[in-house]
């Protein structure tokens, strides 16, 4: 017992010959795992990972809705697409005025962004 005693207290000490064995026997253990997994030509390449999926598309702004004020009433909320037919109908002129999220009160039409869509209906027609 008393020199399984020493054996073991000599392998805990660094400096000692049993420490510098017990050193060299893990060294080799380590090298030899380390040199199965690298295989003759160098470390194995690891799976490919696969690209993950393209990022979302931006979200589709919002699309703008339109109040009108029409002999002191108010009239809404309208989509482009109402505006362009009540434009056609001659509900909404350049000098209509309306509101829309984000702007400063009522302004008319002709100084807002549906000056363009009063641009593309066309003037009514003549009279005979």
Known sequence: KYMQFNAAAAM???GSAMGTAMGAGMGMAMGAAMA???GPWGAAPGAAVPPGPPPA???APAARVWHLAENGATSGPFGEAALARLAAEGRLGRATMVWTQGQDGWKM???TDL??????VPPPPPKP
Do not use: E, H
Not at 115 to 120: E, F, G, N, R
């Open 109 to 111: 039409a002709a100084d």
């Open 12 to 14: 805990g000490q660094p």
């Open 36 to 38: 199965q997994n690298a």
């Open 57 to 59: 598309p931006p979200a």
């Open 115 to 120: 000056a363009q869509l009063l641009d593309s």
